[in-house]
């Protein structure tokens, strides 16, 4: 799906009559590959990295445009069960336009970073600096469902809560590896500025992407590694939950199976001595609230 | 204190919905506040103050959904959500 769009007065605008600059597609279908590939001359491996999750950020100097391909987070669904997703994006810039490539329907131009931009080379890298943004968003939220999950393990004994903290473990180590491959990027691009053509201002907003990606990387692992050398207490104290309850039900066991066991022995089918006595019942009822009163003494004593 | 309830009903025109920011926007709106907030779709419900459910919610865009809060400051709590669901949570779509 191709929706174009046109810069103008430092925003990107919808643009209906086929003449914008911007040109996103969305999940391109065959048709539009095609046209991608063959009137615009983009390399179809680096069209299909666009599209895969897995491909690592890279950029590609072709003698017609510059090909940036970078790492973002994937919109979070609530069939994700807390697994935070990545997915790439392509950038491909032209003299007189900007393709982006993604693989799924999202705003493109949402949020802070898109406001004042002042040309196409200036765009691609707002675009990535968007992705920053988003990570870092993306972080706080990790942490305020991790502290939430948290919550919930300390009173649970179900596995249900460990596998979303697993989940966000694996999604830490996914976005680290990702904000890494984003760094490696953005030096690259500053390093292939005078072949992009960037400006000045370019290059100083290079520089702080650079500083602004290594904070969202520190801040990542710092998540990640409390994530993971927490987790063996966090199992321990499912456990311990678990270990709980079951001594409690031990306890209500032992306290039935005592009087149970005295009614049971007065209740043989053989002759004991004072059977036909009135008072019997009562000193049978009486030593079964015995037992139960021995148990819970000893059961005191011991400090079980 | 007075206990109060209210209750609003709010369409969700930020897209792609509530996705993980947003959710994260509104718990940390209705933990402002001393009421407790519901935030209820056609099939479920959730306690709108714990990001986990609703984050659950999976609420997409043009799902209406329904706040109803209860406590002290019951209508503020509301006022507030309902200014951040028109705002589009801060995101300029």
New interface residues.
């Given amino acids: 799906m191709l929706q174009q769009m046109e810069l103008v007065d430092g925003k990107v605008a919808p643009n209906g009559d086929l003449t914008g600059n911007v040109h996103v597609y969305v999940n391109p279908d065959e048709q539009e590959r095609r046209y991608l590939v063959e009137t615009l001359k983009i390399d179809e491996h680096t069209l299909v990295s666009a599209l895969d999750p897995d491909e690592l950020a890279r950029l590609e100097i072709e003698p017609e445009h510059v090909a940036i391909i970078y790492k973002r987070p994937r919109n979070y669904s609530s069939a994700d069960e807390f697994a935070f997703r990545i997915a790439s994006t392509g950038l491909f810039l032209f003299a007189d336009k900007l393709v982006i490539v993604v693989s799924d329907d999202m705003p493109v131009f949402q949020g802070k970073p898109f406001a004042k931009i002042s040309s196409l080379s200036d765009l691609v890298l707002r675009k990535i600096y968007g992705s920053i943004f988003h990570f870092v968003e993306h972080l706080k939220v990790i942490n305020a469902v991790s502290e939430s999950l948290e919550d919930q393990i300390a009173a649970s004994m179900q596995n249900k809560y460990l596998l979303n903290l697993f989940s966000l473990e694996k999604s830490l180590v996914y976005y680290l590896n990702a904000i890494n491959s984003n760094a490696k990027l953005i030096e690259r691009l500053k390093h292939a500025a005078p072949k992009i053509g960037f400006s000045a201002e370019n290059l100083e907003f290079i520089d702080d992407m650079l500083i602004e990606n290594s904070q969202c990387y520190e801040q990542a692992e710092i998540y990640s590694n409390i994530l993971a050398s927490m987790m063996d207490a966090r199992v321990s104290i499912v456990s311990n939950n678990l270990n709980w309850l079951m001594k409690t039900l031990t306890i209500i066991t032992i306290a039935i199976m005592l009087p149970t066991l005295v009614v049971s022995i007065f209740s043989m089918n053989v002759p004991f001595p004072g059977r036909d006595h009135p008072l019997t019942f009562w000193l049978i009822i009486a030593l079964a609230g015995v037992s139960v009163a021995t148990v819970r003494i000893v059961w005191r004593r011991k400090g079980w | 204190m007075s206990k109060r309830s209210a209750t609003r009903q709010i369409t969700v025109t930020h897209?792609?919905g509530l996705?993980?920011?947003p959710?994260?926007a509104i718990?940390n709106t209705v933990r402002r506040f001393r009421s407790k907030v519901k935030i209820r779709t056609s099939e479920r419900e959730a306690d709108a103050g714990?990001?986990?459910h609703v984050?659950?919610?999976?609420v997409p865009q043009g799902a209406e959904v329904t706040l109803s809060a209860s406590g002290p400051d019951a209508e503020e709590a509301l006022d507030a959500l309902a200014r951040l669901f028109s705002d589009n949570f801060?995101?300029?779509?």
């Avoid at chain 2, 984050?55 to 999976?58: E, P, Q, T, V, Y």
Wanted: charged share 15%.
């Fill in positions: 897209s792609p996705h993980a920011r959710c994260l718990v714990e990001i986990l984050m659950s919610l999976g801060g995101f300029s779509d």
